[in-house]
């Protein structure tokens, strides 16, 4: 069983940063994928980005090169790093986890934070 935690939404000016944060409990963290998705108003949850147990990413195209998911398996810790911030990136964002699944579909996570607010300004 893992539970995840996000925490660093915020409102935030177009071409701002911001950082999140997802703290997982459990002593197998190392050994899973753990991935973001965002869900704007109306919309369908999307996949944003992930990083395997070994370490490797994978991006959407739409965040490529402004964000950068990392983890440090000593603090039991994701993060997401959002640079260059658009309009289009607010949504509420999801830490997702699972011990065999690393694809981009939210349906086959097992496990799920309960989100952060991520509002950019114009």
């Known amino acids: 069983q893992v539970q995840l935690v996000e925490s660093g939404g915020g409102l935030v000016q177009a071409g701002g940063s911001l950082r999140l944060s997802c703290a997982a409990s459990?002593?197998?963290?190392?050994?899973?994928?753990m991935a973001w998705f965002r869900q704007a108003p109306g919309k369908g949850r999307e996949f944003v980005a992930r990083?395997?147990?070994?370490?490797?990413?994978y991006y959407a195209d739409s965040v490529k090169g402004r964000f950068t998911i990392s983890r440090d398996n000593a603090k039991n810790t994701v993060y997401l790093q959002m640079n260059s911030l658009k309009p289009e990136d607010t949504a509420a964002y999801y830490c997702?986890?699972?011990?065999?699944?690393?694809?981009?579909?939210?349906?086959?996570?097992?496990?799920w934070g309960q989100g952060t607010q991520v509002t950019v300004s114009s």
């Open positions: 997702a986890a699972d011990p065999n699944y690393t694809g981009t579909d939210s349906r086959e996570y097992d496990y």
């Open positions: 459990g002593r197998t963290f190392s050994n899973y994928a």
């Open positions: 990083i395997r147990s070994g370490g490797s990413t």
